[in-house]
């Protein structure tokens, strides 16, 4: 802990107080240090942050760290923000619940409150739905609000193949083996979109399409410019 945060504020200033902040949700979730009426627990023993606090510490650093390394500065619109976060925060819940699907059995011995314990396995089954729709909504959104093009709408592709792949796995029963599978298919789509923009690029394509604008003028990425 002490050694991360030192090299931080040494070498990388601007995400000091942003991997102190990952840091102590780290420590938060693994020690009793929470405070809660009950007395001091474990993020991972509290109904709902078990699984929120988690996606946080990925928008965390995977969203909020590369902006903050650019100053803050966007080549998106700001309102396209909070689609992101919001799409990134839904759709890793999902498989922080399909874990808990998973581990169902061994939570309800450890009293553990997740949603497939609280609430029935059928329940979470139908909370991972709606999430992936959630996740997918503000995509969609920003896209016809013009905030984003089509490279960024791609990205509805993640919940509606990670739906059509653990729709029938959760009907048998998932696995551990369903969850490695499903954890790799999200990096294979990484991938992919990463590999099929750069081809795109290659090929000499316009570099985004916007909603009823055809083609826009050219757009880097959604993480901020420097």
Sequence with gaps: FASTVTLTYLYARPLFFLHLLVQLIGVGYNYRLVPTFGGLRRFKELYFFKNFMSATLFVLTCIVYPLALANYKMVLPTAALPCFIVFFLAFEITYEILYDLRDVKGDRDEKIPTYPV???????????????????????????????GVRELLMVAAPLVQFV???PRYNRGLTPRDCIQITHLGSVLLVFYLLGTWAWNKAGLPENIYASSGLAAPVENFVATK
Excluded: C, K, N, Q
């Design 165 to 167: 792949f653990y729709r």
């Design 118 to 148: 609280v609430h029935g396995e059928l329940a979470a089954r139908r909370i991972i739905d709606a999430l992936l729709l959630i996740s997918a909504l503000p995509m969609v959104l920003a896209f016809a609000m013009r905030w984003v």
